[in-house]
């Protein structure tokens, strides 16, 4: 491997080992919460109880003729038309105003819900909508678990500079792994050795780190890019080339350049539009945005989302008077460029979604995997440690977050499911999680006895995903019966995965019994 | 002439050699400081400075998207470097130099006085 | 990669586009196999177990090339899509495959094979009783017993130079002879 000396490799260790204790914890919750998004618009159909996808696929021009003609001309500047995973239609007509919360400019104007099949309106409201998810985001539950992910639930920007922050040391660590280890390829296929010895934490940790190591790279920038693009990269390089100007370099790269035309014309038929989008690139339609609505100069931009082998998402643009194909739009530029092909990667890199269940069922994977490689890092730093009363505190710290993360996930879940039928799941579902991860902290504290710890927490995981498709049968969710006639596929598969997990961890609660600690030294199970 | 860059050439040359010096006399606190703000610093700025020198491309926003994709990749890359250089006076000359330069090229265009690209 | 351009399907172009997929997954179940076979002969992984070196040729770099084929194929056609499931179902795969150690994936092998020989016997039984092949089995057995019983008198009377002994006792009988004859 690349030849390091002596004193590089100790600034090497001492980087990579540090930075994973300090802020390993907070990465693995990161790495969890994403594994879990990964599958965050299954949870929200699982969630709302409906398996509906989310294309555009019924007749939309009638419904936004309709709603248009009743509002004033200041919300038809920009329309965002598109469909929930609860299958209800979303029309938000707005325009750009300061937002007085944040003294920064922010869309304010009317959202709609509307049933696609009738087009009847079933709710309306009317602010700075995109701060109010509750109005159009059907799933508490899938909202707060990729808030989670995305910004830890912290308030904007500062969630997402930590998150960042971690990315780039999820990178760091995982380049400075790489030329630690002398022997990656030599190393490649040596299992854990057995003894349960020094030699085989070290084992455990380098296998999967090694198999893993390319993803980790990628998941680790693609990420640290989402998370400090708009809050850091974004107005730095705005202040560079367009002198601060934010608004300009949004339009540079995002606008296609139209000549202005004010005069107001009957607008084209959105249907028909959908019909030419579909033929010209495939399905399916997941967003459409209508700019200048009723204006001679008004553009629709169709967005299809990763299918039939693209991998990203692609941009047709039509005439919104002419109803005429203009052209497929690069994500950022006006051309096709190498910087667009860049910029469009990063999304299914980061998320895995392309290819429907079987890259997100990969990528899933590869999260899991990534979790197990930051847990068995620490857990070896611990056990060369183990003497220290300070790292032995560390390790039970190691074993709550490990088990007290999912539990705490669970109990957003049930916090959810209980506050559906008559409180706001919006309130609920993240004071649930607080609730549960203060629990296991609590019981962290109070129960002395590792094995008996570990025992407790694997019991409270196993009854937590046992008993909650019960919980979500009993909030009025959708029955199997139903399910099954609807082809509500998601509703019946992650009931039974929850069932199946909790009856392999119930089965797994036993097997994993930590040996009889010895009081002068007592030795801890691996959490992973 | 050589004799007036002789005697430019001489303080200068002493002046490195004692900041070298000065260097190696706190090798774990310059390691930190290189490591850490002034990798920062230096990867910020080089960001930062992108757009000034990186052709537009086909599509005119080349030079605008790339510093934003690669701005995490940009850290790591002098991170690394400014952690596993053997020399740490040379370290300490490259990251510097780095943040000096850029901040040359980014100073203008930030302040409005050179528009890289048009709104 | 990003697809810019819609793909228009004709029935050959899906015919083909069937084929290539069914083509893909041979190669990508090879490459699985590869890492399998890379996994079990590995000279480190054996040693660290106390297992005895592997005795056959192991041929690494061609395993490898096998390994990687898919990966090559995927990228030459400009498949992104497949490229990142194989890459991410090869690193899990991969993992899983070298982290089960080798006891571990011998008492599987052991396993799978005595439940497959077993039920590979209750399935011949049934199929043997249901078409009546049970009697013709035995009767098979029984002249495969005869014909290996003259071959190893044969074999026994080509060591003693005696061609004419046609049977293991005769043989066994012309031997107690010649030992009382000496």
Known sequence: MIPISQPQMKRLTAVHGWSGVILGLLLFTVVITGTVAV???????????????????????????????RLPLFYLDDIAVWKTDAGELMAFFHSHAENPATGRPDEYGAMFRIDPESGEVLDRNEGFMWKEPWAWDPSALRHFLVDLHVQLYLPDPWGLIVTGILGLLMMAAAVSGFLMHRHMIRDLFVA????????????????????????????????????????????IVAQVAFGGDNEAMARTLFEPPVVEDT??????????????????????????????????????????????????????????????FLEVKPQVGNKPSMGNTIRTLMWPLHVGDFAGLVSKAVWGALGATTCFVILSGLRRWVRRR?????????????????????????????????????????????FGFVAGALACAGLGLAVRDDGKLRALFWRILAWACLLLPLLRLAAGGTSWAEALARNHGEVLSIDLLLLAAGGLMWWARDRRRAPTVVPQRPTMEPAE | ?????????????????????????RPLLARWLLAGPGALLAAVLVMAAMPVWLPAGAAGIDNIVYPIVLAPLIWTVVFLYALLDASLPRATAVVLGLILVDAILVAPAATGALHVNSG | MTGDAPRRSCPSARRWSRRSERSRRRLHRRALVAIAWLAATDPKRRRAF????????????????????????????????????????????????AAVSPVRTARATEWLGSAAARVGNTVRTAVEGATGAAGRSTSRIDALERRVAELEAALAAASLGDRTVARLSDYQAAKTQRAGEA
């Open chain 1, 263 to 324: 005069r107001r014309v009957r607008p084209a038929d959105l249907d028909a539009i959908r019909a030419k989008a579909l033929d010209k690139v495939g399905g399916p339609l997941t967003f459409i945005s209508i700019h200048h609505y009723g204006r001679a100069d008004a553009r629709i931009h169709v967005w299809h989302s990763a299918a039939d082998g693209r991998l990203g998402f692609t941009q047709t643009v039509f005439d919104g008077a002419a109803g005429t």
């Open chain 1, 192 to 235: 854990e050795r057995p003894g349960a010895r020094l030699v085989s934490a070290r084992d455990r940790h380098v296998l999967a780190s090694s198999w893993s190591l390319p993803f980790a790279v990628i998941l680790a920038f693609t990420g640290s890019f989402f998370s400090f693009a708009s809050t850091v990269s974004f107005p």
């Open chain 3, 50 to 97: 106390r297992l005895p070196r592997f005795q056959g040729n192991r041929r690494p770099r061609l395993t490898l090339l096998v390994a990687l084929a898919p990966a090559v194929s995927l990228l030459w056609a400009g498949n992104g899509v497949g490229l990142l499931v194989l890459l991410g179902t090869n690193s899990v795969a991969g993992w899983a495959m």
């Open chain 1, 386 to 430: 183990e003497e220290e009363p300070l790292w032995r505190g560390f390790g039970r710290a190691l074993t709550v977050t490990a088990l007290g993360l999912p539990i705490a996930m669970l109990a957003s879940a049930w916090a959810f499911f209980l506050a559906l039928p008559a409180a706001d799941p919006f309130f609920w579902t993240p």
């Open chain 2, 1 to 25: 002439m050589g004799t007036f860059a002789i005697s430019v050439h001489r303080p200068v040359v002493a002046t490195l050699r004692h900041a070298a010096c000065a260097v190696e006399r």
């Open chain 1, 39 to 69: 599958f965050g618009d299954d949870i929200a159909r699982w969630s709302t109880g409906s398996s509906t996808q989310r294309g555009i696929d019924k007749p939309i021009d009638g419904i936004v003729r309709n709603l248009a003609e």
